[in-house]
Structures are given as structure tokens and as C-alpha cells.
């Protein structure tokens, strides 16, 4: 044993240890445990929430979901962006289709050249074709879609490609799966 004292145990004990994880894999192997598994017994941790939790679990709908008509004026959509305390609004057309998304990025980008913004049409300045999450994808693969894009929110969309929700990655803190 390591201790000086010749009182507590250090050797033994990190050698049981090891025998136990070395068991421990072992039946994990023989009983086939998978990740599924894992995430049902433990679906309050961390890694349970990764394996669970999906987007439609967090997604901003109703008022906090700014939807808008690309024909609305940048103006217009400024308030309702505020009203939803939202990052951006999701643009469509007269039958709901996602036709791109409107962002504080872009506002700020268009304001540094465009003195007439606010007068503007949202769809001439919004993101045309911006990257969506579909709303049974796992939080933890849209969470890694924001990180790579280096964006901070992606409208969910449903099977029918319509967009149901909005995912901010403030939701994915809150979530606690960052």
C-alpha cells in the first residue's frame, strides 16, 4: 500500500476497481446492453438526455415561435421578433412553407449598407434556404448542427416540411446538453 502511514488503502482498492469496471464490461457485453439502455436508466443524466431528449422536447412553438409572411415589412417584423424574445423569425409563404429566416445577424449586416431596411420586404433580405433540424432529430445532433454551422437558431420542421417550432441554442443550455 502507498500510504505512509500504512493505514488506508490505495493499492487494493484501485485494483478492485479495475476488476470491477473489467467485470462490469463484461456483462455489459454478455447482455448486450446498448446506449438505449443506458439512456433508460439514467434519463435525468447528461448522457441519458443525449440519448433521449428530442427537439420537439425543447422547441420554442406558440408566441415564442416568431413565424412571419415574406411579404411583411422588416419593420413589422422587428416587433414581433421582440414580442416572441426570439434571435430571428421564420419566413413562409401563403401556405406555410419555409421560405428562409430572418436573424439578428442579418439585421445587423443589412443595417451597415441598407438606410431603407426597415421599408424593406423581409424576403428580400432574409436567408434564403437556411439550415433546418426536423423535429424528431436527437437535441444532442441538432446541438452539433448549431456548433458546426455556428449558428444559434434553426427552424424545426415537421414531416411535411412546414416549420413547427424554432430550436435556440439557449434552449439546448436550459436543457442542460451543453
Same mark, same amino acid.
Given at each position: ?21 473489467? =467485470?462490469?464490461? #463484461? ?15 439514467? !434519463?435525468?443524466? *447528461? ?18 415561435? #416568431? ?10 417584423? =422587428?416587433?414581433? *421578433? ?10 413562409? $409563404? ?9 436573424? $439578428? ?33 436527437? +437535441? +444532442? ?16 420542421? $415537421?414531416?411535411?416540411?412546414? !416549420? ?6 439557449? $434552449? ?7
Amino acid at each position: 500500500e502507498a500510504c505512509p502511514l500504512g493505514l488506508a488503502p490505495t493499492a487494493s482498492t484501485t485494483a478492485t476497481l479495475a476488476m470491477t469496471d473489467a =467485470l462490469a464490461i #463484461c456483462l455489459l457485453e454478455l447482455k448486450g446492453f446498448k446506449e438505449k439502455d443506458f439512456a433508460f436508466f439514467h !434519463p435525468g443524466g *447528461i448522457l441519458g438526455k443525449r440519448l433521449l431528449l428530442k427537439v420537439e422536447d425543447i422547441m420554442r412553438t406558440g408566441s415564442l415561435n #416568431c413565424v412571419v409572411h415574406e411579404d411583411k415589412k422588416v419593420s413589422w417584423v =422587428l416587433l414581433k *421578433i421582440t414580442q416572441a424574445r426570439a434571435g430571428s423569425a421564420t419566413v413562409v $409563404d401563403g401556405r406555410g412553407r419555409l421560405k428562409g429566416i430572418f436573424t $439578428d445577424g442579418d439585421l445587423r449586416r443589412h443595417l451597415e449598407t441598407d438606410v431603407n431596411l426597415p421599408k424593406r420586404k423581409i424576403k428580400e433580405v432574409m436567408t434564403k434556404n437556411p439550415t433546418v433540424v426536423p423535429k424528431g432529430m436527437l +437535441a +444532442a445532433e441538432a446541438m452539433r448542427i448549431l456548433q458546426q454551422k455556428k449558428i444559434d437558431e434553426v427552424p424545426v420542421l $415537421d414531416k411535411n416540411r412546414r !416549420p413547427v417550432g424554432l430550436l435556440d441554442v439557449q $434552449d439546448l443550455l436550459k436543457a442542460g446538453l451543453v
